[in-house]
């Protein structure tokens, strides 16, 4: 059933808004948006095609969703940064395509004027995951219950983080990384590499995950390769910018130089640092 404030917009001739949700005036949904119960959608949102609204969620702020994403219930996007620092900013929230953000789930818009937080496409942000200002996650990511990820953290595509843990704010967690749940997040984790503990650690590279990728049918991916570079940077006795300078001079795919170029950045200044190898 439609609600009457609908029928003052054309843009929401073609959605489906419960009759006890509210959507103001000037937000803009697209063909196929679905709002639930209870839900809100204030101004200055955009909701693109197919997008699924669930009961009582709160789609606050300049936030713009992409299609065919689901949002269950409860799930609040946009709303205000729990930051000390903001005051008062029109931040942005840019969500893409396909993402899924199961029960309670919450992604805050950035701090200061002209900063965004954003989601990429075909992400699972499984129930109690938090999204922190200035945050920006990339595509297939999975974050399992009750990750807390604090500000300005980036994630990288298809890394997967296990439960109940927290993301230390600017760290960076690179491509196709793993991280154990309940692990202590307080550096960044190089693409590829696996991570546990309390504190975190790494163990070593993320075998399954990369056989899972279908990397390993991929002629331009050397596995043996990969691994060498990873052990002369991080199990050889070399301080962390030597080995980086023996490999780079080296030979190198595009794994290997993805794994360098994250390292290279890890250790720049005013960077967190990579986690260290577990003993």
Not at 14 to 19: F, G, I, L, P, Y
Not at 90 to 117: S, Y
Not at 159 to 183: D, E, K, N, S
Not at 227 to 248: G, P, R, V
Request: glycine share 10%.
């Amino acid at each position: 059933m439609e609600s009457k404030n609908n029928k003052l917009n054309s843009s929401f001739s073609t959605a489906k808004v419960h009759s006890k949700a509210f959507v103001d005036p000037s937000a803009e949904l697209h063909d196929g948006v679905i709002i639930s119960q209870g839900a809100i959608v204030g101004p200055n949102v955009i909701i693109g095609k197919g997008t699924e609204i669930g009961p009582n969620a709160i789609i606050s702020g300049r936030t713009q969703i992409g299609i065919n994403n689901k949002v269950f219930p409860n799930v609040f996007i946009g709303l205000d940064p729990q930051d000390l620092k903001y005051k008062g900013a029109p931040t942005e929230v840019i969500i893409g395509d396909n993402n899924t953000f199961r029960e309670c789930v919450t992604i805050n818009k950035a701090t200061d004027e002209g900063e965004k937080t954003i989601i990429g496409n075909n992400n699972l942000l499984m129930a109690y995951s938090h999204i922190g200002h200035n945050c920006e996650l990339g595509n297939r990511i999975v974050l399992s219950n009750s990750v807390q990820v604090a500000g300005h953290v980036k994630i990288e595509d298809k890394a997967i983080i296990g439960g109940c843990l927290g993301i230390h704010q600017f760290v960076h967690i690179g491509y196709l990384a793993m991280i154990g749940g309940m692990t202590r997040v307080d550096r960044d984790v190089p693409p590829f590499c696996l991570a546990e503990g309390h504190p975190g650690r790494l163990r070593g590279l993320n075998r399954v995950g990369i056989k899972r990728s279908g990397l390993l049918e991929n002629k331009n991916f050397d596995l043996k390769l990969l691994q060498s570079t990873w052990n002369l940077l991080f199990k050889s006795n070399y301080l962390t910018s030597d080995a980086l300078d023996i490999a780079i001079n080296g030979k190198l795919d595009f794994s290997s130089k993805k794994l360098c170029d994250f390292l290279k950045d890890s250790i720049t200044k005013e960077r967190r640092g990579p986690m260290p190898l577990i003993n």
